[in-house]
Nanobody, 124 residues
Framework: QVQLVESGGGLVQAGGSLRLSCAAS????????MGWFRQAPGKGRQFVAY???????YYTDSVKGRFTISRENAKNTVYLQVSSLNPEDTAVYIC??????????????????WGQGTQVTVSS
């Protein structure tokens, strides 16, 4: 059974930081593209960042310079370091794995496996 389990979320003041983790089990994800999305109340799932099989990274404009995605294949884990947080970053952060090739990994439809998410709440 394939599972992605996120952790590391919490309540933080504006300007603070968190390190989110996504631990994968049930398959080896080192050959997959791994992404992070977020979903705020009443809004759709928004792309945040992805990391390719070779370690290349891509971010949505609103998080560039503040968020960093990384992966540790030996632990089958992907991380999202979130810094300089503001209340607009409040959301459930969800990791995902894309097994196949896609023209773009910013779309949820490109991903095959999803976690349940971890809540990040930023107070002003």
């Amino acid at each position: 059974q394939v599972q992605l389990v996120e952790s590391g979320g919490g309540l933080v003041q504006a300007g603070g930081s968190l390190r989110l983790s996504c631990a994968a089990s049930g398959r080896t994800f080192s050959r997959d593209v791994m992404g992070w999305f977020r979903q705020a109340p009443g809004k759709g799932r928004q792309f945040v960042a992805y990391i390719s099989r070779s370690g290349n990274t891509y971010y949505t404009d609103s998080v560039k310079g503040r968020f960093t995605i990384s992966r540790e294949n030996a632990k089958n884990t992907v991380y999202l370091q979130v810094s300089s947080l503001n209340p607009e970053d409040t959301a459930v952060y969800i990791c995902a794995a894309a097994v196949g090739d896609s023209a773009s990994y910013v779309y949820p439809g490109s991903y095959d496996y999803w976690g349940q998410g971890t809540q990040v709440t930023v107070s002003s």
